[in-house]
Nanobody, 122 residues
């Protein structure tokens, strides 16, 4: 069974940077999603199982970068130029077996981490 463990959340000022990590128990196509209070979980960024494909939400394009270290089975989300509206609990997800490409489709994700809080102060 896939296990995902996120780390790296915290408090950061507007315009600052933060890097989230997600350690997985295997190699999967992965994604980052976020959920703010009272809102649905929304897509942020995704990466294919070999790292060759990535996709981003328009709201983070040019500011966030997703990457992976397959030797460590770890996926990263580098968050730069953060804004107060980036405040949310960030979750990493792993797509189901047999899926290899980056996708924003939440329904393809079979497992989720416990989430890590990111708070951006203005």
């Amino acid at each position: 069974q896939v296990q995902l463990v996120e780390s790296g959340g915290g408090l950061v000022q507007t315009g600052g940077s933060l890097r989230l990590s997600c350690a997985a128990s295997g190699r999967y196509a992965m994604g980052w999603f976020r959920q703010a209070p009272g809102k649905e979980r929304e897509f942020v960024a995704a990466i294919g199982s070999d790292g060759s494909s990535t996709t981003y939400a328009d709201s983070v394009k040019g500011r966030f970068t997703i990457s992976r270290d397959n030797a460590m089975n770890t996926v990263y989300l580098q968050m730069n130029s953060v804004k107060p509206e980036d405040t949310a609990v960030y979750y990493c997800g792993a797509q189901g077996r047999g899926l290899y490409s980056a996708s924003s489709n939440k329904g393809l994700y079979a497992r989720w981490g416990q989430g890590t809080q990111v708070t951006v102060s203005s």
